[in-house]
């Protein structure tokens, strides 16, 4: 059988017995904090301070700690989706223009096999389902409004597009012109560098957008080399690789809001400077250079 669950009581004591300084907070806040956090969750940020042979914390491990880089990954997270939401809608904005001013005559043209791997359009047609049409406003309208139309056109539906399935549509587009076109908006002429790049801006957004762990996180595969981004020697996995594209993406949307993230992330990872301790996992896990 797999574990049972403890009530928090229980809980406290365990870190206790595993050798957690729990003394810079009451029993009460350390009651809050697990009920607010999960006791699950809250091990995925003790792994950093474990001492992996003995199951145990690293001697001097204090509660206060675990939760600084609780809260650090936490507003790392919220201050990356910020930016990673001006990413989404500049790229899906720049993909209807582009394909619209192509195929004029065609409002529709995603399920059009001219212009769309005819694979693409068998699974998208599963998408644009009843419960689709019924649950986003602007589609039901469209449909209310205009009830022979089997789909509502390019920029009302692609608003309820995930940026995974605007990546996708991106993919299959037969035309290479014009999705170099699109590409070199950013700057980049190679197509699968440039799909490397929004993929990892892609991943990002899913652990930020589901609350996933960001501080340790290492892409499955390496982002490609381009001259417009420096990584920290020959490391493209890290989290600092995908903040560096996250930021090579938002200069090319606008150099003020460029500025404004390199210094929200630098004044993020400053404040813990003094915190010898986050300031190492800074370093060594996200990869951050100070």
């Given at each position: 059988?797999?574990?049972?669950?403890?009530?928090?009581?229980?809980?406290?004591?365990?870190?206790?017995?595993?050798?957690?300084?729990?003394?810079?907070?009451?029993?009460?806040?350390?009651?809050?904090?697990?009920?607010?956090?999960?006791?699950?969750?809250?091990?995925?940020?003790?792994?950093?301070?474990?001492?992996?042979?003995?199951?145990?914390?690293?001697?001097?491990?204090?509660?206060?700690?675990?939760?600084?880089?609780?809260?650090?990954?936490?507003?790392?997270?919220?201050?990356?989706?910020?930016?990673?939401?001006?990413?989404?809608?500049n790229?899906?904005?720049?993909l209807?223009?582009?394909?619209?001013?192509?195929?004029?005559?065609?409002?529709?043209?995603?399920?059009?096999?001219?212009?769309?791997?005819?694979?693409?359009?068998?699974?998208?047609?599963?998408?644009?389902?009843?419960?689709?049409?019924?649950?986003?406003?602007?589609?039901?309208?469209?449909?209310?409004?205009?009830?022979?139309?089997?789909?509502?056109?390019?920029?009302?539906?692609?608003?309820?597009?995930?940026?995974?399935?605007?990546?996708?549509?991106?993919?299959?587009?037969?035309?290479?012109?014009?999705?170099?076109?699109?590409?070199?908006?950013?700057?980049?002429?190679?197509?699968?560098?440039?799909?490397?790049?929004?993929h990892?801006?892609?991943?990002?957004?899913?652990?930020?957008?589901?609350?996933g762990?960001?501080?340790?996180?290492?892409?499955?595969?390496?982002?490609?080399?381009?001259?417009?981004?420096?990584?920290?020697?020959?490391?493209r996995?890290?989290?600092?690789?995908?903040?560096?594209?996250?930021?090579?993406?938002?200069?090319?949307?606008?150099?003020?809001?460029?500025?404004?993230?390199?210094?929200?992330v630098?004044?993020?990872?400053?404040?813990?400077?003094?915190?010898?301790?986050?300031?190492?996992?800074?370093?060594?896990?996200?990869?951050?250079?100070?």
């Amino acid at each position: 059988m797999s574990k049972l669950a403890i009530p928090i009581s229980e809980q406290i004591e365990r870190l206790k017995k595993k050798g957690l300084d729990t003394s810079c907070f009451s029993e009460d806040k350390i009651k809050e904090i697990l009920l607010d956090i999960g006791y699950y969750r809250f091990g995925y940020y003790c792994h950093p301070f474990m001492d992996n042979t003995s199951d145990t914390f690293k001697d001097g491990t204090k509660i206060g700690t675990i939760i600084d880089l609780y809260y650090l990954d936490t507003d790392l997270k919220y201050l990356l989706q910020k930016y990673i939401n001006r990413i989404e809608i500049n790229f899906r904005t720049k993909l209807i223009y582009f394909v619209s001013m192509k195929y004029k005559k065609d409002p529709t043209w995603f399920i059009n096999n001219e212009v769309m791997e005819q694979s693409f359009i068998d699974k998208f047609e599963d998408i644009y389902s009843e419960k689709f049409k019924t649950e986003n406003l602007t589609i039901k309208k469209h449909h209310k409004k205009y009830p022979d139309d089997s789909f509502a056109p390019v920029w009302k539906t692609f608003e309820y597009l995930t940026l995974g399935a605007i990546i996708t549509v991106f993919s299959n587009i037969r035309d290479e012109d014009i999705k170099i076109r699109i590409s070199d908006c950013y700057g980049i002429r190679d197509l699968n560098k440039f799909l490397r790049l929004l993929h990892t801006v892609r991943q990002v957004r899913n652990i930020c957008a589901h609350s996933g762990v960001l501080f340790d996180y290492r892409l499955p595969q390496s982002i490609n080399s381009i001259p417009q981004i420096t990584f920290n020697g020959s490391d493209r996995n890290s989290v600092d690789a995908c903040i560096k594209v996250i930021c090579f993406f938002t200069k090319c949307i606008s150099t003020n809001r460029h500025n404004d993230i390199e210094n929200e992330v630098k004044e993020l990872f400053y404040s813990f400077e003094k915190n010898e301790q986050i300031k190492k996992i800074i370093t060594d896990k996200i990869n951050y250079n100070f």
